[in-house]
């Protein structure tokens, strides 16, 4: 048996614990954020602001998770974070009370794997990764030797959740139906593909021109530093927006210095105080006040949004936008222009490469999915789809698309004359189909009697012309019959 004596003790002698022992706050059950250190401002985005002891049954587990969340404090680590695992050690406490367990000497490794166990699938990873860090932490402080040995779950594949063409093409429709305020967040939101925290700490000034060049003062929370962007004047001009607003709106001798403010439009009860329909809010007149916008206040205005825009995906669901799926959207766009890695991971500001691979398989099955769909070839007789670097999403591609003789051209920009006019089997953006197939075998056979005739003749430069001509088309003619192997095996396999 371990006594809480015992316990303090080894703590005290531990690195650590002679840095942490002498806290204020370990003798209280209630911590407020701000004071271990947290900004106000993170405060008030996030809505938490303390964290609770006082529900921890056993002495020597809630003397644990004290030091415990004060080690996650020194390691800077974010408040939702340290609120996620508090929470986990809570459940844990309940847990192993109610397996008849209360001391520290009688947990082991299988009783840990069953808490585990134990949780939904949702948060079996985020639970599991609780444990295995506490554990860690007590064991290397020498506070107390646990042995944990992670059960090796199979990982679902990281769910990249971003907006369909079709709803983005809704959203982009009924935008105004956002407070002006509100509209130009989420539109900011969607270029810069910042996360909403580090949108809402966005300083009141925090343009700067040099030259020709706008820059934007951005907060990246992984790296925890303020950086400079640069951005498209267009950006630049949604930002100076913004900032008019604030003038006009919010007095100048406020102190209140971040680009958004809170927006309310409460619409939760009616005359009778009954609930009413959140999405009511969009019929109220929005009151503006110079405090910082939070969080969960935003999902609920783009929860409301979503059922007042009637947002529906192609098979006819609702589909309710989140901040977050605005963040990937923007990702999953650069992947999809085949923009490199580390150039969308200094954009969204993520601390490694490790999430992209699933932005960049999630375009790859997307482009697999239209090439079935559509069944192009190019130049090369590479089995496509349509995706010049130009163009967002598919819709445009209608707008892009001109027919030829020949095939499709998918030259990003029809401006003004093309270069390779009559000589679309030599151009990059000329695409076929299995339509043209027949019409390539035409050309094919006839090339082959003129390639006769010149051989008569003796003409060598047109024998070279139609040889190049043939080459082209053989390749095109090859790569549709990749095409048509594709299609058989997928209609064979359903």
């Not at 021109?209 to 400079?228: S, T």
Request: aromatic share 10%; proline share 4%.
């Amino acid at each position: 048996m371990l006594p809480i004596e015992a316990l303090q003790e080894r703590i005290r002698q531990s690195e650590l614990g002679q840095e942490l022992i002498n806290n204020p706050l370990l003798n209280k059950d209630i911590w407020s954020f701000e004071e271990l250190g947290y900004s106000k401002q993170e405060c008030d985005i996030s809505t938490n602001r303390n964290i609770h002891f006082e529900k921890f049954s056993l002495s020597w587990l809630k003397l644990l998770a004290k030091f415990t969340v004060l080690a996650f404090v020194r390691q800077k680590l974010s408040l939702k974070t340290i609120i996620s695992r508090v929470h986990n050690l809570r459940h844990f406490d309940k847990f192993i009370i109610a397996e008849g367990y209360n001391q520290p000497e009688l947990l082991t490794n299988s009783l840990l794997q069953k808490f585990v166990a134990s949780s939904s699938i949702k948060s079996l990873n985020v639970r599991q990764a609780t444990i295995a860090i506490v554990t860690r932490l007590w064991r290397e402080e020498g506070w107390l030797k646990l042995t944990y040995i992670p059960t090796k779950y199979r990982r679902n594949t990281a769910k990249v959740e971003t907006i369909p063409e079709e709803v983005l093409h809704q959203i982009y429709e009924n935008f105004d139906l956002f407070p002006p305020p509100l509209e130009r967040l989420f539109r900011l939101q969607l270029v810069l593909g910042c996360r909403i925290g580090e949108m809402l700490r966005m300083p009141r000034q925090c343009l700067k021109k040099e030259g020709e060049k706008w820059f934007l003062l951005r907060w990246v929370a992984k790296i925890k530093k303020w950086k400079f962007f640069q951005i498209h004047p267009a950006v630049a001009e949604l930002v100076r927006e913004q900032q008019k607003f604030l003038d006009k709106q919010i007095d100048c001798d406020s102190d209140f210095d971040n680009l958004f403010c809170k927006v309310s439009a409460s619409a939760k009860h009616g005359a009778c105080g009954k609930s009413r329909p959140g999405w009511l809010r969009f019929n109220k007149e929005p009151v503006y006040m110079p405090e910082l916008l939070p969080e969960k206040a935003i999902q609920r205005w783009l929860r409301d949004f979503s059922e007042k825009a009637d947002l529906k995906d192609k098979y006819g669901n609702r589909f309710y936008l989140t901040s977050h799926k605005l963040r990937r959207t923007k990702a999953s766009i650069m992947a999809y222009c085949e923009a490199e890695d580390e150039y969308i991971a200094a954009v969204l500001g993520h601390g490694s490469l490790d999430m992209l691979p699933h932005y960049r398989k999630r375009s790859l099955e997307r482009l697999e999915k239209e090439a079935n769909a559509k069944g192009y070839v190019d130049m090369y007789g590479r089995v496509t789809g349509f995706k010049p670097r130009k163009r967002r999403y598919e819709r445009l591609a209608e707008l892009l698309k001109v027919n030829t003789p020949l095939g499709e051209c998918h030259r990003p920009t029809m401006l003004g004359d093309c270069q390779y006019r009559y000589a679309c089997l030599s151009c990059d953006h000329h695409r076929v189909t299995l339509e043209d197939k027949r019409k390539l075998e035409t050309d094919i056979k006839f090339l082959q009697q003129d390639l006769e005739k010149a051989q008569t003749a003796g003409q060598e430069r047109r024998m070279t012309e139609i040889n190049r001509l043939l080459g082209l088309l053989k390749t095109r003619l090859q790569g549709l019959e990749k095409l048509e192997n594709l299609k058989g095996e997928k209609n064979h396999g359903s």
